[in-house]
Each structure stands twice: as C-alpha cells, then as structure tokens.
C-alpha cells in the first residue's frame, strides 16, 4: 500500500505561483510513475505532468513551459511547480502513483486562479 497526501493549493491570481507538494509513504519503491492530474467541475480527470524513476518528465500542452514536476527521494516528496496561472488552471489537483498492479491517488488538493 501507498499513501499519498497533497498539499499546497489555494487561490492565486493569473500570473502568479504555486508549488503542491504530494508526501508519499508505505511501499513507494514500488511506484514506478509518479504523476500530477487535475479534475475542474464538469470535466474529467485529465494528467498534468509525469516523472519516472529515471527522472525524465512529461508534461501535458498546456503545462509546457509552466510548470514543473520534480521529486526529492530524501523526502519521499513529489512537487509541482506551478508559474504563469491562468484561470483555466482552476480544478483540484491530485498526486498520482503507478505501480505494476494499480494506482494510488491522493485526496487532492483545491487551486483557485482568480483575480
């Protein structure tokens, strides 16, 4: 078993930062994606960023070049690194580990952009 607990969202206005923090424990060498996704009212899950055990990221259009996965195994802490928000970035966002069997989710965390 995997426990993920998120934290870091709230309201910001467009333009502005913010960096979520996804705290992980029990078994994560088992995890072998770590991944970011959000969920607006309305519409479906949909994955924001992914890094591997190797560390190579990918991220979806729209994060491109805004925000920024990253982990810190002494932690056993995901981040991502939020710049440029827009109002469309509205949703709840959730940490997300794949293993070989199943998927562990957070309970998410709220991120408001509005001015």
């Known amino acids: 078993q995997v426990q993920l607990v998120e934290s870091g969202g709230g309201l910001v206005q467009p333009g502005g930062s913010l960096r979520l923090s996804c705290a992980a424990s029990?078994?994560?060498?088992?995890?072998?994606?770590w991944g970011w996704y959000r969920q607006a009212p309305g519409n479906q899950r949909e994955w924001v960023a992914l890094?591997?055990?190797?560390?190579?990221?990918d991220y979806y259009g729209t994060a491109k070049g805004r925000f920024t996965i990253s982990r810190d195994n002494t932690k056993n802490t995901v981040y991502l690194q939020m710049d440029s928000l827009k109002p469309e970035d509205t949703a709840v966002y959730y940490c997300?580990?794949?293993?070989?069997?199943?998927?562990?989710w957070g309970q998410g965390t709220q991120v408001t952009v509005s001015s």
């Open positions: 029990g078994n994560i060498d088992s995890i072998v994606v």
């Open positions: 890094i591997n055990g190797d560390g190579e990221t």
């Open positions: 997300n580990g794949k293993s070989f069997d199943r998927d562990y």
